[in-house]
């Protein structure tokens, strides 16, 4: 059982079995979301994954693939806790930081290294994909 939360604990949630992958993601969405230079994520099936808590969600048009990305955040404190992209996969993204403990979970890939920043040092014999795979 993987558990995390939102800054305030407004929003809790809990996740069954290892996540499918976890990568960094250096997209400018990404980025933008995270006030970082990177977002790490974990990728879970959807099915795999419940909360409790208010959520408020913006719909992130601006993608490459053109499916929208509901960047669901903390309405109370601002924290980025999910990414569900709207596909029709059903895989939910995790982010790593609101993990109650993310030191397990380095990253084994990184995506979208096509728009990583310069001074960004990637982790030797990281899978790394210019895209998203």
């Known amino acids: 059982m993987i558990e ?3 800054n305030c604990g407004a929003v809790r949630y809990r996740a069954e079995g290892a996540p499918i992958v976890v990568a ?4 400018t969405n ?12 974990l990728l879970f099936k959807g ?4 909360h409790e808590g208010a959520l408020s969600v913006y719909e992130d ?3 490459f693939s053109g499916n929208a990305v509901l960047r669901k955040f903390c309405g109370r404190c601002g924290s980025p806790v999910f990414s569900e992209p709207t596909d ?3 895989m939910l993204i995790v982010k790593a930081g609101t993990l109650d403990d993310p030191a397990p979970f380095a990253p084994t890939v990184s995506v979208w290294t096509s728009t990583a920043l310069p001074w960004v040092t990637l ?3 990281q899978h ?6």
């Open 4 to 6: 995390g939360g939102c």
């Open 24 to 27: 960094q993601c250096h997209c």
């Open 30 to 41: 990404c980025r933008r979301q995270s006030g970082s230079a990177f977002s790490v994520n």
């Open 47 to 50: 099915s795999a994954v419940t």
């Open 61 to 63: 048009k601006d993608t």
């Open 88 to 90: 029709g996969k059903g």
């Open 123 to 125: 982790p030797e014999g």
């Open 128 to 133: 790394r994909f210019e895209k998203t795979p």
